[in-house]
């Protein structure tokens, strides 16, 4: 019997996560791993929590497991945020006035700025020198 599942893509800076959910005891996986131990930094956790808070299914028994690569620790969170968001959407296309409301179904564009000829960084120019 095949388990019945909804997925999403969430991508930030350079951080892709494919995410899915169905219905089961409440385990969140990532990458092989529970999510405690995954994103043990703080507000983390929060930011992700987030999206279940904001369409009310805080204590509902969803299993989530979710692919992540690229990146880093910040990414990483952002897209599992916006992958999650997402895969609610396809499990339930009338919860997405509340996701949007919550800002969890926009995607951030920010990214890193390519480095430039002749400069240090991005924006940052050598120092002047008069003499």
Do not use: C
Not at 17 to 22: H, K, N, P
Not at 67 to 86: C, D, I
Request: hydrophobic residues 35%; without cysteine.
């Amino acid at each position: 019997m095949a388990l019945q599942y909804y997925e999403g893509i969430g991508r930030r800076k350079s951080s892709t996560a494919r995410v899915r959910v169905m219905s089961g005891k409440g385990l969140f996986i990532v990458n092989e791993k529970p999510v405690e131990d995954y994103f043990p930094r703080l507000g983390d956790m929060e930011q992700i929590n987030a999206v279940w808070e904001s369409v009310q299914l805080a204590g509902e028994a969803y299993d989530v497991t979710v692919k992540v690569s690229g990146g880093g620790v910040s990414g990483q969170t952002g897209a599992v945020e916006l992958g999650l968001a997402r895969a609610l959407v396809k499990m339930n296309p009338e919860m997405i006035s509340s996701l949007r409301r919550g800002g969890h179904l926009t995607r951030d564009p920010r990214v890193k700025e390519r480095k430039k000829p002749g400069l240090k960084r991005a924006r940052k120019a050598p120092t002047y020198t008069k003499r």
